[in-house]
């Protein structure tokens, strides 16, 4: 059983830190601090820590998940307008810029023994093993037909995310949050379009160990870009918060 805490984690609590510091002192706002940290300092960094049963999170990421879940804005209204996802900019778009799109960079950081196509600068991701941490299984990645097994999911869905601001956003910001690699992972297909858009209070991941992961992902990840929660969304990611096993 593997006990190493997830380092996107760690950079978010980091990155939700400095952002609160530099909202209180500048009043800018936190979308993009937490974009200078998730995007500026490269994929390949991000190594997925993985466990077939349990995913620990680090105690300081869990304390600050439990203080910044109590911070945010409980809606009571509906966006102005309906969810449109081409309002969130083309998909998979190139916004760091490293020549490789968004959907290749996530699904090389969280492949085991990724095998990328010749000639694409190393981007095209061919082929590659998965431990899935929705389900809990492994999965083999073979592009083609079968390409659709493996999904790149937002964690906090691109229709949770437009009731729960990002609506008011510009289209700027909504495509750097649609490719921002803090929010993105790798999972099982059938499990990414189970969730669709829901919040976590209609969906958590059916591996039982993963939900405590997700749900101070999903946290800081809400906090980061100031987006709101509902109040049984609230309560739901406080009990898979008093889940979690830290390490």
């Known amino acids: 059983m593997s006990t190493r805490a997830d380092p996107v984690l760690a950079t978010l609590t980091a990155a939700v830190r400095a952002a609160r510091r530099h909202l209180r002192a500048r009043r800018t706002s936190l979308w993009v601090l937490v974009l200078t940290v998730a995007i500026g300092t490269g994929v390949p960094a991000w190594t997925q820590a993985r466990s077939s049963a349990r995913y620990p999170v680090l105690a300081q990421d ?14 009571t209204r509906p966006p102005p307008q309906p969810y449109d996802r081409a309002a969130f900019g083309q998909a998979w778009a190139d916004v760091d810029r490293n020549g490789c799109d968004t959907r290749n960079d996530v699904l090389r950081r969280d492949l085991d023994d990724p095998v990328t196509k010749t000639g694409t600068r190393g981007c095209l991701v ?18 083609g037909p079968s390409s659709a097994d493996v999904q790149v999911d937002h964690v906090v869905a691109l229709g949770d995310a437009w009731v729960a601001g990002a609506a008011g956003w510009s289209g700027t910001a909504r495509t750097a949050f649609a490719n921002d690699p803090a ?65």
């Open 183 to 247: 929010n993105l992972l790798a999972v099982e297909g059938g499990a990414n379009q189970d969730k669709g858009a829901d919040d976590a209070s209609r969906w958590l991941p059916p591996n039982v160990g993963y939900r405590c992961a997700y749900a101070v992902r999903q946290v800081l990840v809400k906090s980061a870009y100031r987006l709101s929660v509902t109040r049984d969304e609230r309560r739901a990611l406080a009990h898979a918060l008093d889940g979690c096993v830290t390490s």
């Open 62 to 75: 869990l304390a600050v998940a439990h203080a910044v879940l109590d911070e945010l804005e409980v809606r």
């Open 126 to 143: 061919l082929s590659g093993v998965l431990d899935d941490p929705y389900t809990g299984r492994r999965l083999v990645f073979e592009r």
